[in-house]
């Protein structure tokens, strides 16, 4: 072969695209063939290197599979990965399964694998340099000054730093002991906590509601209003937050509908960002961690929320493992880079036990709320487990919606705080609730009625105001407002009890304006009635008309009108003696002006 011309390989001087960059492709195929035979040569090999030190792309698919494996407590093997491997449909990444039965015959000892993985870290780190150093010399081809190369130099030395101190190695974990100066001079009760105030920068909490409670749709209002810069909730605007908002529960067309119906559009999105079903791996494996930290990196999220997480997660929900998994994997991740999150979850059977599946799912998270509908689009936001305990416990909302035509108007949609009086007898704050004893008595009391007023005379009263109670509520409010009439001092008079229901939006709509008129299928954006997501019919039985002797007048069910806006009302609505939509009600503060209003 002395005919042969040996051609010199360029120098890096002299690079282009066809020189190779720096790696072992013996010692990867060692690793790979190790890790896919024990669990043993995964664990000590992660501690040196991370996937992407690994240059072969295949051997990355490998490697992901492996951990995914030992994620759900399976010890890997070859015909293992190769199944996982087709499940995913990506065998033919690997040769169609070629290259593994290549390298399960090559298998080390796992004694051996650590020695073959510092090899590749080493190559890592040289590629790592080759890249910058290619990075450096486009600059100076475009003619860059010398504060970009300075950016570009210091950008590459602190990322490396940060490898060293989160990456491989023991310096990782010395990384993770706290310097007592910084700590001690961090004030952590003045940090300001997220719009909304039902949590702060960096935590981790779960929301949990049954179906009917429309967890999405206040999440993705409330992230809306968070990523844009707006108030929530009575919340002063905060600046905008990047959010990235994962979501495998609702189609894309009910997203549209419900954010239209906010008032968003594609010019007020602010910094949210939304994945819609994303082919992301499930969130307690490795892989699918590794999947949500690089897609955090590219959206630049400061937080995260998962909708719903039952829908992104391989193990069973009643598995404990599972839920330790999902923060081993992802949650951890997220709350060390101080990434915080929001997972949405379904009650259980039970619901006094909070949200379904193991009890370990509580275990990591900061705060648990549970967001239940109480009827007539009213919300009750209750936490029910809390580690730091910094911020208010309950919320009481109202979601209002609007209709316009066969569409949910355009910023028609969303969720307020519910204002009540500080009245007597009413420290729960439920006298703005419709059918409770303490809006019995807020009732009464604005309308003028005698203390030492009976049941006749209250049932009769509230007749006339269209207010629907049961005899056994009526009972015990005339108890109390006798009890109260014994009392010198207190005044009743309709000036120490005004509306209820002030202004619950700045600069938004009047408590006067015309409300949601009663729509038969579809109860708020996105839903339709007898699916998950419709709140229920407020569970309040209506009012015997006349001087209460004996049932009142019902109205046709087939030909009933609204006594406020004159349209027709739902048969089931009607038949149970309601005679207006729950938008028109006049004790909600939200029916349309009358015409005495407009004189």
């Known amino acids: 072969m002395s005919n042969v011309r040996h051609i010199a390989h360029p120098t890096a001087d002299q690079d282009g695209l066809n020189r190779t960059a720096p790696h072992d492709a013996e010692a990867e195929e060692y690793v790979i063939s190790a890790v896919m035979h024990t669990s043993t040569a995964y664990n000590d090999c992660a501690l040196i290197i991370q996937r992407e030190d690994l240059y072969n792309r295949a051997h990355q698919l490998i490697w992901d599979t492996v951990a995914g494996l030992i994620a759900t407590g399976t010890e890997p093997h070859p015909a293992l990965v190769r199944a996982e491997i087709e499940k995913q449909g990506q065998l033919h990444r690997v040769d169609n399964g070629n290259l593994i039965y290549k390298l399960s015959y090559t298998a080390i000892g796992p004694e051996m694998a650590p020695a073959f993985a510092e090899r590749i870290a080493e190559t890592a780190r040289q590629r790592r340099y080759d890249a910058h150093s290619t990075a450096l010399k486009a600059a100076i081809d475009r003619k860059a000054d010398g504060d970009e190369l300075a950016e570009i130099v210091a950008d590459f030395q602190q990322a490396e730093q940060l490898r060293e101190n989160t990456g491989r190695g023991p310096s990782h974990l010395v990384a993770s002991l706290l310097n007592w100066g910084t700590f001690f001079a961090t004030d952590f009760g003045a940090i300001q906590l997220l719009l909304g105030k039902l949590m702060g920068p960096g935590q981790q909490i779960t929301l949990v509601g049954d179906g009917k409670a429309g967890k999405s749709l206040f999440a993705q209002e409330w992230m ?57 791996r499930p969130l307690d494996t490795a892989g699918g961690g590794a999947d949500l930290v690089a897609l955090v990196k590219a959206t630049g999220a400061q937080l995260v929320v998962i909708d719903t997480v039952s829908r992104f997660i391989a193990g069973p929900e009643n598995d404990a493992d599972t839920w330790l998994n999902l923060y081993r ?10 990434i915080a999150s929001i997972r949405l979850d379904h009650f259980g059977k039970d619901k006094e036990r909070g949200g379904r599946g193991s009890s370990a799912k509580t275990q990591d998270v900061d705060h648990v709320w549970e967001l239940s509908a109480q009827g007539g689009g009213i919300l009750s936001l209750k936490r029910t487990h809390t580690r730091t305990g910094i911020g208010p416990d309950n919320f009481t909302l109202l979601r209002q919606a609007q209709r316009d035509g066969d569409n949910w108007k355009l910023g028609g949609t969303r969720h307020v705080l519910m204002t009540y009086e500080n009245e007597p007898g009413a420290p729960s704050g439920l006298a703005a609730m419709p059918g409770t004893v303490e809006h019995i008595i807020a009732t009464l009391d604005r309308a003028g009625v005698p203390s030492d007023a009976g049941n006749r005379a209250v049932r009769q009263k509230l007749g006339e105001l269209q207010v629907a109670a049961r005899n056994d ?50 109860t708020f954006p996105g839903n339709t009635g007898e699916q998950p997501g419709t709140p229920t019919v407020p569970h309040v039985p209506p009012s015997k008309r006349g001087n209460g002797e004996g049932p009142g007048e019902q109205a046709d069910p087939q030909n009933a009108l609204c006594t406020i806006c004159h349209n027709p009302l739902t048969a089931d609505w009607a038949s149970r003696g309601y005679d207006t939509h729950i938008g028109c009600d006049p004790t909600t503060g939200s029916h349309p002006p009358t015409p005495d209003d407009a004189a």
Do not use: C
């Open 473 to 522: 509520k009526i009972a015990e409010a005339v108890k109390l407002r006798k009890a109260r009439s014994d009392s010198p001092g207190i005044d009743v008079s309709p000036e120490a009890f005004p509306d209820p229901l002030p202004e619950t939006f700045p600069g938004e709509r009047s408590p006067r304006s015309p409300g949601t008129p009663e729509t038969p299928g579809q």
């Open 329 to 338: 994997h992802t949650l951890l991740p997220l709350k060390r880079d101080r």
């Open 224 to 280: 809306w209003r968070m990523a844009t810069g707006q108030p929530f909730l009575g919340d002063t605007p905060q600046a905008p937050l990047p959010i990235l908002y994962l979501d495998a529960e609702n189609g894309q067309e009910q997203v549209q509908e419900r954010f239209l119906s906010f008032g968003a559009g594609p010019r007020n999105m602010g910094e949210l960002r939304y994945a819609s079903f994303p082919p992301i």
